[in-house]
């Protein structure tokens, strides 16, 4: 069985991802990070996750954006927006989709694993660059000239599944491959419990979403 490493957030998109490279007949091997995110409740959510869709193994690396800042989902002076607004959104992170794949591809590399699996959308992603294809390609290019494995024969394929499906298709590839929806959280400020806020751009995008799949929304949200 080939082994790929997933980074596993504890979203909806990356409990899917999981659920789609187990599908493919992979040992998976989930990464999560602890980068010091307001939501710090989805990495409860990513070990459920994990366990219930059967990875091999389950790792929290710790790294603090917080003493950067510079993110709505890193420092407590900036409020998460609850309204559409136009450009790049406060939620987005610096360099975090480009940390936390290196940080995959080290574990990669030690188990010898050949596949990394991310959640990366350019449908619904809320305008973050470090979510559109040209990145997507340009990473596993990197990863191939900078790994030993690589230069040594071992090329790296970076698999970005969801990349052009809308949530609502995401959600349907879930359902279809057993993901419990209800155990993930996806809010960018959901309390320790796991509850959704119900107004932040990342609830809206999962509420439409399940909207566009025609199926129930499991979201445990707070005060329902």
Not at 32 to 49: F, I, K, N, P
Not at 55 to 69: C, K, P
Request: aromatic share 8%.
């Amino acid at each position: 069985m080939k082994r790929a490493v997933v980074l596993l957030s504890g979203g909806l998109d990356s409990a899917t991802v999981l659920a789609m490279a187990r599908a493919q007949g992979f040992e998976c091997y989930a990464l999560s990070v602890d980068y010091g995110q307001r939501h710090h409740a989805e990495l409860a959510a990513a070990r459920q996750v994990a366990q219930a869709l059967g990875a091999r193994e389950h790792r929290v690396v710790n790294i603090d954006l917080t003493g950067f800042g510079g993110s709505a989902l890193t420092d407590s002076r900036i409020a998460v927006p609850e309204s559409a607004s136009s450009g790049i959104p406060l939620t987005y992170v610096p360099a975090r989709n480009t940390i936390m794949l290196s940080l995959a591809l080290a574990w990669a590399e030690v188990l010898k694993a050949q596949d990394i699996f991310f959640g990366v959308n350019a449908v619904d992603y809320s305008g973050y660059p470090d979510c559109r294809p040209e990145y997507v390609a340009a990473f596993e290019r990197m990863a191939n000239l900078a790994t030993k494995a690589a230069v040594e024969g071992e090329p790296l394929t970076l698999h970005a599944p969801l990349l052009h499906l809308s949530k609502g298709e995401i959600i349907r590839e879930g359902v279809r491959l057993g993901v419990d929806f209800g155990i993930t959280v996806s809010c960018y400020q959901a309390d320790e419990q796991g509850r959704a806020c119900g107004r932040c751009d990342s609830c809206r995008l999962r509420r439409e979403g399940f909207q566009s799949a025609g199926v129930p929304d499991s979201t445990r949200y707070r005060g329902a």
